[in-house]
């Protein structure tokens, strides 16, 4: 059985939950369909250590601050996840729990949603299934042969599995940065980076990087010059954590090794070393794929847009990939402004 609701939001996380407070504010009957078994986002997902950058107040969604989490300045995922579904069920979202979309398709005035469990067709879709579905770990000559384990940040959970092991972490974001002082006090921990590491000034948390964020795309929009946004600034947020294993001199990055070989790395000038683990904290890629049937992207994997919509199907919007979907869009306080904008958009198109 088709189904027909004015739009339909793809991923029901952060973003497709700002979204959904826009448009039920706008009076749009919306459905979001999500591949998750319960609320939370990819943050159901997060290692046990993870906190959030900025303190409650300023990691919220549009209409509901995030409460404090007592005895924590900084919120962990645990507490997000329950903001998350508090949210959700405040403002009695109609997600469909347990659907993978598996293709959207242009299908006259319609756009065909195609899923493992039914089929929906809508003037508009907005697709807000961000990065962490799909995990990129760079071609590194070797990594084939070598025998030891290796786990991106998705699979990371906790030093316990690594206590008394050798272990490289490859990464100079804030991923690699926090993995590595949480695994520093329990193993023989060496920190490859691609460049030197740039720690951000201890005083920045999110609040000061969604404010560098916003002027950046204002500049960019009035034709002035470049401001470089966040990464003028540098990479890593120093978090408590971070700070303190930095001070105490456990976190040292080394210059990335050359290759993999079955027991270890060899290093560019020509030593090895033996290594039990690999954590590649490398980053991630838009989770697209349900998209391809519409052919949209460039060279770059990103599909182009204006605002969150798509330059060649204005029929579609795109929430929380990062910077190219909206000024730190891919943050809890940065979502909720091109949330709105697209749900404005997407209002006015129903209205035409």
Known sequence: MTQEPGVVVIGGGQS???????????GVEFVILDAQTGAGGAWQHAWDSLHLFSPAAYSSLP???????????????GHVVAYLADYEKRYEMPVRRGVRVEGVHRDGEFLRVATDSGTWRAR???????TWGRPFIPGVPGRAEFTGTQLHTVNYRSPAEFTGRRVIVVGGGNSGAQIAADLAPACDLTWVTQREARFLPDDIDGRALFDHATARRQALDAGRTDTGGVAALGDIVAV??????RDAGLLKAQPMFSRL??????????????VDAIVWCTGFRPALSHLAPLGLRSTRGH???EG???????????LGYGDWTGPASATLIGVGRPARDAAREIAALLQA
């Open 124 to 130: 508009t879709v907005l697709s807000a299934t961000g």
């Open 63 to 77: 209409g509901r601050l995030m409460p404090p989490q007592p005895g924590e300045v900084y919120p962990d995922a």
């Open 261 to 274: 070989a079955a027991g270890g790395v060899e290093w560019a000038d020509g030593t090895s070393s033996e």
């Open 16 to 26: 497709g939950l700002a979204a959904g407070y826009h448009l039920r504010r706008l």
């Open 308 to 318: 969150t919509r798509a330059v060649d199907e204005p029929r579609l919007h795109l």
């Open 240 to 245: 408590p954590p971070v700070r303190e294993a």
């Open 303 to 305: 599909i182009p847009t």
